[in-house]
């Protein structure tokens, strides 16, 4: 199979809220916890920094309050090798704050971002140096949900046809369903995702927003305009499906889960990598699990990558040899199926 369509060449700029997280340390639910360990958390900063760890030149855009915690996350994102010298500080709003409570039916979220530094961020955003000079802008479906102004950011992005736009756009579709104070959600995320050049959402979450009979192959139906259109089908697959009819479809590889928010935005980063790389579907989409493994042996949003000759090892396996790993039979540390 040739390689797919790819954005051309340049820097990656995502945009989008980060917020300084508290997590129970060790892990178990935050009423039980005596000890809270600060982390960062938000999808597009986790997608830069995971670009970043591919080697891939990336920048991210937000605002932040001129508080401790907005100098934490710059820090951290900053560490992990992202630009972030164009994330405004916010003299007069918060850095937003979310609180995670692990449990055994998964994870729990209480958000503290209302009012935030990054809830007011605009159309004007699109206007700066390193979007004018991006290759690829990536956003999500969370930013349009923080308010008016981040809404009309999100709709200018993808406001004009791909073939008339300086930058390709990926766009994560990233249901929160906290954040949506109407019933706007499904048709408003609908609409964004069908302007996108590249579209990643899970077959869960699809489901939830748009029918609970979807398919992977119905996704691609409810978005016929995207180049590329991602189904991730949590521990057990992720396909992509062209815009010119091709459909791959990669088993997910089985892994030791301590916590699984953060693995989406990885495999997102990942599979943009590989795209970036002029890699195969098929590569580009073992590249997106590998990714994910990293995030879902954490208690943060971000962890280490396997090291590269693990990485190129992997992508080299037949079709056959990879399934195999998938299913933990092959020569794999692996133990627990992966979800997403």
């Given at each position: 199979?040739?390689?797919?369509?790819?954005?051309?060449?340049?820097?990656?700029?995502?945009?989008?809220?980060?917020?300084?997280?508290?997590?129970?340390?060790?892990?178990?639910?935050?009423?039980?916890?005596?000890?809270?360990?600060?982390?960062?958390?938000?999808?597009?900063?986790?997608?830069?920094?995971?670009?970043?760890?591919?080697?891939?030149?990336?920048?991210?855009?937000?605002?932040?309050?001129?508080?401790?915690?907005?100098?934490?996350?710059?820090?951290?994102?900053?560490?992990?090798?992202?630009?972030?010298?164009?994330?405004?500080?916010?003299?007069?709003?918060?850095?937003?704050?979310?609180?995670?409570?692990?449990?055994?039916?998964?994870?729990?979220?209480?958000?503290?971002?209302?009012?935030?530094?990054?809830?007011?961020?605009?159309?004007?955003?699109?206007?700066?140096?390193?979007?004018?000079?991006?290759?690829?802008?990536?956003?999500?479906?969370?930013?349009?949900?923080?308010?008016?102004?981040?809404?009309?950011?999100?709709?200018?992005?993808?406001?004009?046809?791909?073939?008339?736009?300086?930058?390709?756009?990926?766009?994560?579709?990233?249901?929160?369903?906290a954040l949506w104070r109407d019933d706007t959600a499904a048709t408003v995320l609908r609409d964004l995702a069908d302007r996108a050049d590249v579209v990643f959402v899970g077959l869960d979450e699809a489901q939830n927003l748009w029918g609970a009979d979807l398919t992977a192959d119905g996704v691609r139906e409810l978005l016929p305009r995207p180049r590329i259109v991602v189904v991730k089908d949590g521990a057990e697959s992720a396909t992509a499906a062209v815009l010119e009819g091709d459909v791959v479809v990669v088993p997910a590889l089985r892994t030791r889960v301590v916590e699984p928010v953060g693995a989406g935005d990885a495999f997102a980063a990942g599979f943009l990598a590989g795209l970036l790389r002029g890699e195969t579907l098929a590569r580009a989409l073992r590249l997106g699990h590998i990714t994910a493994v990293s995030a879902l042996g954490v208690t943060g949003d971000h962890g280490s990558l396997p090291d590269a000759g693990s990485v190129r090892r992997l992508l080299a396996l037949s079709a056959e040899e990879w399934a195999r790993v998938a299913r933990g039979e092959g020569p794999s540390d692996e133990e627990e199926s992966s979800g997403r």
């Open positions: 199979m040739t390689a797919p369509w790819c954005p051309d060449p340049g820097p990656v700029v995502c945009v989008g809220e980060t917020m300084a997280a508290l997590a129970p340390d060790p892990v178990g639910p935050l009423e039980d916890a005596e000890h809270l360990r600060l982390t960062v958390a938000g999808a597009e900063s986790n997608v830069a920094m995971y670009l970043a760890d591919h080697g891939i030149p990336v920048a991210w855009l937000s605002a932040l309050g001129d508080d401790a915690p907005g100098r934490r996350v710059r820090a951290c994102v900053a560490a992990a090798g992202v630009d972030v010298t164009h994330v405004r500080t916010d003299p007069d709003r918060p850095t937003g704050l979310l609180l995670k409570s692990p449990h055994p039916d998964g994870t729990r979220v209480h958000y503290y971002r209302s009012g935030s530094a990054a809830s007011a961020l605009g159309p004007g955003l699109l206007d700066t140096p390193p979007v004018r000079a991006a290759s690829l802008l990536h956003v999500s479906g969370i930013t349009p949900a923080l308010s008016p102004s981040c809404r009309e950011l999100v709709r200018r992005a993808l406001g004009t046809a791909p073939a008339e736009r300086p930058y390709a756009v990926s766009f994560d579709v990233n249901h929160r369903p």
